[in-house]
């Protein structure tokens, strides 16, 4: 292989990328979301700076694929925290968990979502529309919401679904220091919303040191929405550099 159809690659390995370099669009994207409320000095320790946050809330989400370019159907949960970055209201990806390895290689390489191993669940059982979320063989989060009780308004869902989200990327350099070390934005933009509901909901979390979720405790569950959805992800954008400020 040429060097200069080396140069071409955007992913290896180089004959058989992890990713096919096409844009994906996501048709029946199921969400079920729980904002809860949380340990503030908690919070503080896991957001990084320049975002700031005014209530101690996080949300958890399971996100089941029903298809997907390229990646098939697959399922995805983690944590997103509401931020500020100066003025503009936002969240921050803190931590996701999918089952599916070309989704989260894709996620990392591209862009910047902090995607690792997992085995996310989401399903209706005897009234209940339940999410859960496996690391190995043990139980790190189980959410469980009232199936489709009261309709949600559309526009509120969308609302929910399109703030900007921040996430950090980290590329290493050969030394160990990262050679890339940037908080980047990023909106969903291009998004049908199918249906939507709310009801009452629990959440529970467990300790496991490889999938902390349970370092940001469970308080109060503040609201949940159960939200099915045609959209297309955006591309990222740096608004901040660590290296160049530390």
């Given at each position: 292989?040429?060097?200069?159809?080396?140069?071409?690659?955007?992913?290896?390995?180089?004959?058989?990328?992890?990713w096919a370099p096409?844009?994906?669009?996501?048709?029946?994207?199921?969400?079920?979301?729980?904002?809860?409320?949380?340990?503030?000095?908690a919070?503080?320790?896991?957001?990084?700076?320049?975002?700031?946050f005014d209530e101690p809330l996080v949300r958890f989400e399971v996100m089941k694929m029903?298809?997907?370019?390229?990646?098939?159907?697959?399922?995805?949960s983690g944590q997103v925290i509401p931020v500020r970055f100066g003025e503009e209201r936002g969240e921050y990806l803190h931590a996701m968990y999918l089952d599916n390895v070309a989704a989260t290689v894709a996620g990392r390489e591209i862009s910047a979502y902090p995607k690792s191993t997992g085995s996310p669940q989401l399903f209706a059982e005897a009234g209940a529309l339940v999410g859960t979320l496996d690391y190995?063989?043990?139980?790190?989060?189980?959410?469980?919401?009232?199936?489709?009780?009261?309709?949600?308004?559309?526009?509120?869902?969308?609302?929910?679904?399109?703030?900007?989200?921040?996430?950090v990327k980290i590329v290493p350099g050969y030394e160990r220091a990262p050679r890339v070390c940037e908080l980047v934005r990023t909106q969903i933009t291009d998004i049908t919303v199918k249906a939507?509901?709310?009801?009452?909901?629990?959440?529970?979390?467990?300790?496991?040191?490889?999938?902390?979720?349970?370092?940001?405790?469970?308080?109060?569950?503040?609201?949940?929405?159960?939200?099915?959805?045609?959209?297309?992800?955006?591309?990222v954008t740096p608004v901040f550099d660590y290296l160049k400020e530390r």
């Open positions: 292989m040429k060097a200069s159809e080396v140069a071409r690659r955007l992913a290896t390995p180089l004959t058989a990328p992890a096409v844009r994906s669009r996501f048709t029946d994207r199921e969400y079920l979301n729980i904002v809860y409320r949380t340990d503030p000095e919070l503080r320790a896991a957001v990084p700076e320049p975002l700031e029903g298809d997907s370019t390229s990646f098939g159907p697959y399922t995805e190995g063989s043990q139980r790190v989060a189980t959410a469980t919401m009232g199936y489709k009780h009261y309709p949600m308004d559309l526009d509120e869902a969308k609302a929910e679904l399109t703030l900007p989200t921040y996430m939507a509901w709310t009801g009452p909901a629990r959440l529970q979390l467990f300790q496991h040191v490889l999938a902390p979720l349970a370092d940001l405790p469970v308080l109060e569950v503040v609201s949940a929405s159960h939200i099915i959805t045609d959209l297309t992800l955006s591309g």
